[in-house]
């Protein structure tokens, strides 16, 4: 399953798009939607660019995969809809697949109870003991994703 194009849509909404490489707040240089360069400590000459909207696109489809397949992987025998799939790979895109993998949420979707699912999902809005804005957003627009 891939993620469709709302779901590209609202992932490069919540994380934003960078045609240059920068820091990001834990200090590692990214790209474009997300995209960790290298280790993430040093800026390769290669990426030290602007980078076109293509290039980004690329990327990020390529990061995409990896979500996809560790979704897919976590959630055997299930049948999700696209909306569903969509909102669990952004969730997981944001929060890394370790995350995923330990969830409430994953485990109320193993057990077919997507309305618990939802209700967690909208819990994972910290960072660094804090309710952050931003996330709470985030959080809820993947909830209704997948409740659609």
């Known amino acids: 399953m891939k993620v ?3 779901g590209i849509i609202l ?9 240059r490489p920068y820091r990001c ?18 800026l390769p ?10 290039e980004i696109d690329g990327i990020l489809k ?8 560790g979704v897919c992987k976590m959630l055997p025998n ?3 809809k696209q909306s569903e799939f969509d909102a669990l790979v952004s969730f997981s895109f944001n929060l890394g697949l370790g995350c995923f993998q330990r969830s409430t949420i994953r485990q109320a979707m193993l057990r077919g109870d997507k309305e618990v699912a939802g209700q967690s999902l909208l ?20 909830y209704k994703l997948l409740m659609t």
């Not at 992932?11 to 045609?19: A, F, Q």
């Not at 707040?25 to 040093?42: E, F, N, R, S, Y």
């Not at 000459?45 to 293509?54: I, L």
């Open 4 to 6: 469709s194009n709302k």
């Open 11 to 19: 992932i490069k909404h919540h994380e934003g798009i960078r045609n």
């Open 25 to 42: 707040p834990a200090g590692l240089w990214t790209v474009g939607v997300g995209h960790l360069i290298g280790d993430g400590k040093t």
């Open 45 to 54: 000459a290669t990426w030290n660019k602007t980078f076109t909207n293509e």
């Open 62 to 69: 390529r990061d995409l995969n990896r979500f996809e397949l």
């Open 78 to 80: 299930l049948r999700l």
């Open 123 to 142: 819990k994972y809005c910290r960072a660094g003991g804090k309710i952050l804005k931003g996330l709470q957003v985030r959080r809820q627009d993947e």
